[in-house]
């Protein structure tokens, strides 16, 4: 599958945005989308996921145009056959045709190969981030290399993820000595529910006594508790006693100090710290008293210092009233003398501009002054006269300048007419034999014939061996096949004669070191050899039979020697047994290895012979076809190579001989035909061809200036007679123009002003009618600003002359004195105002301090009233001195009812006097040493309610133990349960092991059958990408791991993680392209996208990068998104077909 047409109809910043791709053609699919950044390349990728796999919920991409609206489409070639996609953000019918029909998802995801969107941005979609992680794994990657390759070519980190997942699961159920799997917890649950079973299970007679064991704890529980009550109840009563001594005693002391005070008041109505208050308010209201009489005669003698006069009442008003003119007085006397500068500027202005307009001095500059409408009028009439004059004088030009053309026409005409016309024989010729195509046709059978012919010379100089040449090709006696069946025979016997002949030297290496052996084991004497004891055995063999025939002491003596020979070789070889059993291997050893070599030896001799038989066949074989011998087999088969590619070379030679004969006809036959026509002296055929070709040329030059020289004549005549009228016309309308432009000056101006001068500019006339306007103007505010001033004056004078305010110099300056009279008075009767004020304010203010001393007296002695007569209160301080002391009482008092009421509740009993009764035949020390007699039973009795609260309560639950009811059938019934779940859980973890085991076995032996050609082809594109610096890729074993290794060119080994940033980078594309051309292999072919991952590398790597874009879009399609211009020439410069350029 491929993209043929992306469209981004709503996605991103982009509104029908289009990328044509075009049809899959033979050039290499691969494409660059250029752009500046943000310019829309990652959102370009994007787009082919979103139509892939959908939109999400919540698209990033959404910023422009609601989520919604988003629409993605395309045209993709699925298998030669152009299908129309477009995607849409539903939930539902997302995928439709080009009629808006919906799909099925199948319809494209069938063509998918099953990849997820997640699989495909790993796999197929390189940026940044992937190749930066993929980089960093490479680097940190150790274990199997199969998994490191394939883990690259399904595009993810790691393929163990899922199967570790399910060790982990398989784990979690049950581990070996682990105590928190879930086998492990369900046998604990199963422990306990077995021993609750054992525990709460009871008999009859054990139920009994729990009985009665029960019933004897609760009888000493109820017998200890009384016992332990009682005591307490006696140390709470010593306790109380305790308390109350002192309490009483305290309460006697206040009862004696409040006893002088028994007059006093139970409670105070008033707050205490009111004395305090009103003390400072008196004191305050004293002082306020003498300050403010004081004040307040002060305040009336400056009143009394102040006079008025009535008349003067009203003039601030008439000065208010004078205010508006006196403004404009003050204004006046600022600006009339430039408004009258402005008036007379603007007449001489006038006079000035009605002598521009060359007016007679006599005339008015006003009655020249028109109104914007006539001058309006006048300017279009102007506007008129010059459109019609320069209309005229153009149509004038075109009209002589068409007349030059129509007789240069003329002329053209007769010049050509008298030339006279000539044959177009030659052009028919070229025409008749399709010279178009046959001038081509020719050039490419002679190109494609002479090239076929060099490369069949060339091969045949191939066959040249050993001072041997050939004119022309032989006939090669034996087949390729054959040749190769001699080359593969021999090698096999050079093989097998050395590996025979490595043999046989080493069994003869072994037959020396077994005589070496044994020859050393011997050299002593002291061992003897079983040859040797088998010749003394024969020996005394002999002289026996010879001494028993004769029994003579001359046979005897013999006899015994060789006797005691025997005898002492047999105690040799006792003794050295174990030498002599080692002699005896060596001796086995020394025949076999005798006899492998000679074996050996007689097999190479039949492989030398058989080795000898091939070469004199290839010998015989070469010296047929001329080849000087010796010639070994591989030579042969070189040679066969070569002559079987010169015969095909001279094969095509005869086959583009006979396909081109006929375009070498026709182009004798035209070469034929032309030679009589052409002066050239024997030409060939693309000479005649090129000649007839010019002259055939000039026949149609001269035909084609006749035919245009007529044209332009005709044309000439029609332009000329179409002038004329538009000629005439300009004439007619230049004369109107003139007389409707004279008569209007006439009729404004007469004949003051000249129509040439107005021709020539209407300025004078705007400028007199502006300085008519500034003139006329200035002269209204003059005439005003006068009047004015004088209305000011003559007020002014008047109001002064009522006043008796003697004129100053100018009305302005009696107005000032005016006003400084007015304010003077305006003061007095405020500050008279002001002090009445302050008095009413001093008089009100004394009186209200009189009345708080009054309040204050009254509000004392009411307080006063409360105590006893007798008690000092005449002031306020007296006041406050008894108001202490009745506080205290009081206080006193409540304290006596609080210890009371305490003793009372200590003691328990109904009054105080019950209580002294109570306490006075009692000490604190008795009742200390009650106290401690009383905590010592009491300790002892808690401690056997203790006792017999555990046994009761141990006897209870004993008991309560024994229900009656289904809990032991319950238990029972729990424990079969958890019987069944460990058993489902074995059977769960065994599915699982057992599962694990199968798939990580079929991962392994998946990986192992495609490592070589991953491994292959991720070295071959590595070795690219670097340039030749990591030609081959390799293994190491590290234990049970293996680690990548790549070999540069020196033969040394470097590890991923030794490598620079940018290399292992080139490392993780090799890997992807690999597996590219793997997905490619089995039958996927999907669209490959890289945005912007060639940063880091430098400029020959780029190019290399490149090329291998270039390479995987001979297989599929490569597009490669960059912003980098730099990239783009790079990729134009060094690949074999340009990419096709889209930019953004």
Known sequence: MRIQRLSLNRFGHFTDRQYDFGPRNDRPDFHIIYGPNEAGKTTTMEAALR???????????????????????????????????????????????????ALPETALSAHLAGLSEEDYRQLLCLDDDTIERGGEEIAQARGDIGRLLFSAAAGVADLSTVLDGVREQADGIWKKRASKTRIAELKRDLATVEKDIRERDISASAWRSLRKALAEAQTDEQ?????????????????????????????????????????????????????????????????????????????????????????QVTLSDQLDALEELHIRDRSADLDLARRQDQQRAAEEAMALA????????????????????????????????????????????????????????????????????????????????DVDRLAP???????????????????????????????????????????????????????????????????????????????????????????????????????????????TAETAKPFASAMHAFDAAMKSRVSHARDLGQLRQIEQARAEAQVRADQADAVLTGLRNDLATLE??????????????????????????????????????????????????????????LKPLLQLEDPDVESAILTARKLAEQERDKAAQRSKAQDALQQADKDLAKRQIKYQAALQAEAQAK?????????????????????????????????????????????????????????????????????????????AALRNLSDAAKKAREKRAELTNAIATAQAKLTATDETLTRISQEVAAIAAVFPAGTPVDSIDALRSATGQARQVIADRAEI??????????????????????????????????????????????????????????????????????DIATLTERKTTLELQIEEAAVEHLELSLGHWLASDAIRRYRDSHRSG??????????????????????????????????????????AADMSKGTRFQLYLALRAAAHEQLVQQGTCLPFFCDDIFETFDEDRTSAACRVMEDIGRTGQAIYLTHHRHVVDIAMQVCDSPPMLHEI
């Open 616 to 673: 004199d066949r290839v010998n015989a074989a070469a010296s047929e076809v001329g080849l000087a011998a010796p010639i070994t087999p591989a030579e042969w088969l070189d040679w066969v190579k070569r002559h079987t590619t010169a015969t095909e070379a001279s094969n095509t030679l005869t086959a583009l001989q006979e396909i081109h004969q006929p375009v070498l006809d026709r182009a004798q036959k035209l070469l034929d035909i």
């Open 51 to 101: 139509l892939f796999y959908g939109f999400p919920m919540r698209d990033g991409f959404a910023f422009k145009h609601q989520r919604s609206n988003l629409q993605v489409s395309a045209t993709l070639d699925i298998d030669g056959e152009l299908r129309e996609f477009s995607r849409l953000p539903k939930r539902s019918g997302s995928l439709v045709d080009a009629n808006g029909t």
């Open 223 to 311: 017998a200890a508790r009384a016992m332990r009550d009682a005591l307490q109840k006696q140390a709470a009563e010593i306790a109380s006693q305790k308390r109350a001594i002192p309490l009483l005693v305290e309460l006697n002391a206040l009862d004696t100090r409040i006893a002088p005070f028994a007059q006093y008041p139970a409670r105070l109505d008033f707050d205490p710290e009111r004395l305090v208050q009103l003390r400072t308010d008196e004191t305050t209201a004293r002082a306020d008293l003498e300050r403010l009489s004081a004040e307040l005669a002060t305040l009336k003698k400056a009143r009394e210092n102040i006079t008025l006069e009535p008349q």
């Open 1014 to 1055: 991953m491994m292959t082809a991720t070295e071959r594109c590595f070795a690219t990408l670097t340039q030749g610096a990591y030609p081959k890729l390799t293994t190491q074993p590290d234990g049970a791991e293996e680690i990548l290794l790549a070999m540069d060119a020196d033969g040394a080994t470097k590890r």
């Open 354 to 433: 009605a002598r521009d307009l060359g007016a007679p001095r006599e005339t008015d500059p006003r009655s020249l002054v028109l109104s914007p409408s006539d001058i309006s009028r006048l300017e279009s009439a102007r506007d008129d006269l010059r459109k019609a004059t320069d209309s005229l004088a153009s149509e004038t030009q075109e009209h002589a300048a068409l007349t030059e053309r129509q007789s240069a026409a003329q002329e053209g005409c007769d010049a050509l007419a008298a030339t006279g016309t000539a044959p177009a024989q030659i052009d028919d010729i070229l025409l008749r034999h």
């Open 441 to 551: 046709a020719l050039a490419s059978a002679r190109q494609a014939l002479a090239s076929a012919t060099q490369n069949a010379q060339a091969l045949l100089r191939a066959l040249d061996m050993g001072g041997v040449t050939f004119d022309r090709l032989p006939p090669c006696p034996t087949s390729p096949i054959k040749a190769q069946d001699w080359t593969d025979q021999h090698t096999a016997l050079v093989q097998k004669i050395s590996a025979v002949a490595e043999a046989k030297a080493q069994h003869q290496a072994d037959l020396a070191a077994r005589i070496a052996q044994a020859e050393a084991l011997t050299a002593s004497g002291t061992l003897v050899a079983d040859a040797t004891t088998e010749a003394l055995q024969q020996d005394r063999d002999a002289l026996w039979l010879r001494h028993e025939a004769a029994l």
């Open 739 to 815: 007389d409707a432009w004279q008569c209007l000056i006439s009729d404004l101006l007469g004949d003051a002003v000249a129509s040439q001068t107005l021709m020539a500019s209407l300025a004078p006339l705007r400028d007199l009618r502006e300085q008519e306007e500034k003139r006329a103007s200035a002269a209204r505010r003059v005439a005003t600003m006068q009047a004015d001033q004088q209305q000011f004056s003559d007020q002014v004078i008047a109001l002064a002359n009522t006043h008796g305010v003697t004129p100053q110099d100018t009305a302005t300056e009696t107005f």
């Open 897 to 966: 009812i609080k210890l009371e009421r305490m003793i009372l509740s200590e003691l328990g009993v109904a009054n105080r006097t019950a209580a002294r009764e109570m306490l006075e035949s009692v000490t604190t020390a008795e009742l200390e040493a009650t106290a401690e007699t009383i905590k010592s039973d009491l300790a002892r009795a808690e401690q056997d309610l203790t006792k017999s609260t555990e046994a009761r309560v141990t006897a209870e639950q004993g008991l309560a133990q024994v229900t009656g009811d289904a």
